[in-house]
Nanobody
Framework: QVQLVESGGGSVQAGGSLRLSCAAS????????IAWFRQAPGKEREGVAS????????FYADSVKGRFTISQDNAKNTLYLQMNSLKPEDTAMYYC????????????????????WGQGTQVTVSS
């Protein structure tokens, strides 16, 4: 069964940090690559970062490189998104999503590659 549950969102001032968690079922964790997406009001959903737990490969959106880090905890079947130096433009609902490994690569941000989505967690950054 594919299951993704996000947590860790909240409100923070610009320059602050948050760590988001995406708890996956064991099946999801070993069978799929997983990405973080975000969607701000009135904007399209965009990819933030992705990871393939089986081999640790990661990709990042240019807008978050050097500020965000995606990581994994194999013992907990959990992915994390450490977000530092947050900016008001990072304000959005953040989702984790799972896709089939055969589709993992440099176009990881393509929404059509994802079959399963979590419910999301809200991140608000104030100036």
């Amino acid at each position: 069964q594919v299951q993704l549950v996000e947590s860790g969102g909240g409100s923070v001032q610009a320059g602050g940090s948050l760590r988001l968690s995406c708890a996956a079922s064991a099946y999801t964790y070993r069978s799929y690559f997983i990405a973080w997406f975000r969607q701000a009001p009135g904007k399209e959903r965009e990819g933030v970062a992705s990871i393939y737990p089986a081999d640790g490969r990661t990709f990042y959106a240019d807008s978050v490189k050097g500020r965000f880090t995606i990581s994994q905890d194999n013992a907990k079947n959990t992915l994390y998104l450490q977000m530092n130096s947050l900016k008001p433009e990072d304000t959005a609902m953040y989702y984790c999503a799972a896709g089939a490994p055969r589709n993992y690569g440099r176009s990881w941000y393509d929404l059509t590659k994802y079959n399963y989505w979590g419910q999301g967690t809200q991140v608000t950054v104030s100036s």
